[in-house]
């Protein structure tokens, strides 16, 4: 006879006002479904409303964004194994974590505004939260790595994003008119990145082609209802959620904690209006790049590439690597490769389709590419996005 799994009763304390929080729990939801014995309680409100838990919930576990002192002291008083879901380290707070990998964030965001041929960089953040400042840091550190320095807005101080200071605007909006430009700009959160775009308006400054605006993060609503849409950091949050609800499962089970915490890398930036520009002086390289991204989803080669340019195959490779560091070859790779990790982390399309839509031609060519490139097969790239 089967032996029926024992009921979990488990408590989800995660800020779901944005994008962020609803994807976690779209990832906690799909392991839910997985193991089949957990019962779930939400809690849906902003991260600084009061004490969550209702005061006689007698459940198995929590798995919380833990961002303060008195949160943390809270929910420790409950006595049940807990998951933390946020980034922000907390002094003297030393619960099992499973977040976002704030350095691998920052040096996507860096490498692919690079990519965009930018040499001018700026951050404008929320530094109230630890891990935006280490945020900022890692993206200047990357900067700095590539020879490229990184100006730094100072936001006074705002804890809170949505709110719009006519004085910090006025001073947002004479910063950005002093930058260099062009000017690849990263924010933090999304609504600040909105903000640099409404800044970028009323200074008269082109966006992308003066100024290039990138969220840290990525709220597909946000992102798309500003003008020009918005490019953002997508930071798989759904599999930070599938992570730690697996994390929670075996502590409730009697399992150690980790020692460090489990850090999840970014699925990539999606990209919008914000940041569709290229920011290459050598015309002739720029024009190869264009022709390269225009057609990601044609099995292109490096001899469809050289008719659209007026050089030999030897001096396009050369300047190549003089701008980019890369061949005409690999860069064709790379930009069908990050198509091909958008569509398997956005579509259900299945893997052939995938490759047709993304330029390989064949699943068995993508699949050989992906796999040595990103040690995943397409398959297990898609469960990882998607926390399954």
């Known amino acids: 006879m089967k032996m029926r799994r024992k ?231 759904e599999r930070i959620g599938y992570e730690a609800a697996a994390l929670l499962e075996r502590l409730m089970h009697g399992g150690h904690k980790p020692r460090k915490p489990v850090l999840i890398e970014p699925v990539g930036v999606v990209t919008r209006q914000s940041t569709d520009t290229l920011a290459i002086d050598d015309a002739d390289v720029a024009r190869a790049v264009a022709f390269i991204r225009d057609n990601v989803t044609k099995p292109i080669g490096v001899g469809d590439v050289l008719r659209s340019v007026s050089l030999s195959r030897r001096r396009l490779e050369l300047r190549f690597r003089d701008v980019l560091g890369r061949t005409p070859a690999a860069e064709i790779r790379r930009v069908h490769l990050e198509r091909a990790k958008q569509l398997l982390a956005e579509t259900n399309m299945s893997v052939s389709a995938v490759a047709a839509g993304s330029g390989f031609g064949s699943s068995e060519y993508l699949s050989r590419i992906f796999k040595r490139d990103t040690g995943l097969t397409p398959h297990k790239y898609r469960d990882r996005v998607h926390g399954r």
């Open 7 to 237: 009921v979990s009763y488990v408590a989800v304390v995660v800020d779901t006002t944005d994008e962020w929080g609803r994807s976690i729990v779209r990832g906690i939801g799909n392991y839910s479904r997985a193991c089949g014995s957990w019962r779930v309680w939400l809690w849906s409100w902003g991260r600084n409303a009061p004490m969550p838990l209702p005061a006689k919930w007698d459940g198995h576990g929590i798995i919380a964004g833990v961002y303060n002192h008195d949160l943390a002291r809270a929910l420790s008083a409950i006595r049940k194994p807990i998951v933390n879901i946020s980034a922000s380290r907390i002094q003297d707070v030393n619960l099992p974590r499973v977040t976002t990998d704030i350095r691998a964030a920052a040096c996507l965001a860096a490498e692919y505004l690079l990519d965009c041929g930018l040499r001018h960089f700026a951050y404008y953040g929320l530094h109230s939260d630890i891990y935006v400042q280490n945020y900022c840091q890692e993206f200047v550190s990357a900067l700095g790595r590539a020879g490229c320095e990184c100006r730094v807005f100072d936001s006074g101080g705002e804890t809170d994003p949505s709110v719009d200071s006519d004085v910090r605007q006025c001073a947002l909006t004479s910063w950005l008119k002093a930058l260099p430009k062009p000017v690849g700009v990263l924010a933090w959160p999304t609504l600040y990145a909105r903000q640099v775009v409404n800044a970028c308006r009323d200074a008269e400054l082109n966006v992308p082609e003066q100024v290039a605006v990138l969220a840290g993060d990525e709220d597909n609503v946000l992102c798309d209802v500003c003008y020009p849409s918005l490019s953002g950091v997508a930071l798989n949050s």
